[in-house]
């Protein structure tokens, strides 16, 4: 017996989309929605974090 196919609402949805791209849909779904190029390292919030910290410091002081 083959096991039932399973696709959640967000998948389902995301096939109703005006930019629906099936190539990226696949990608995403063989990836198990983690797509190496969206990845964005921690440090570069922390970057930025810090960035903004001193930006701050010398315009409001």
């Not at 797509?35 to 910290?53: N, V």
């Amino acid at each position: 017996m083959a096991e039932p196919l399973r696709i959640s609402a967000k998948n389902l949805g995301a096939l109703t989309l005006p930019d629906f791209c099936p190539r990226c849909f696949w990608l995403k779904l063989k990836a198990r929605n983690r797509l190496p190029f969206q990845i964005f390292p921690g440090i570069f919030s922390s970057i930025d974090a810090y960035t903004k910290r001193v930006v701050h410091a010398w315009v409001f002081h």
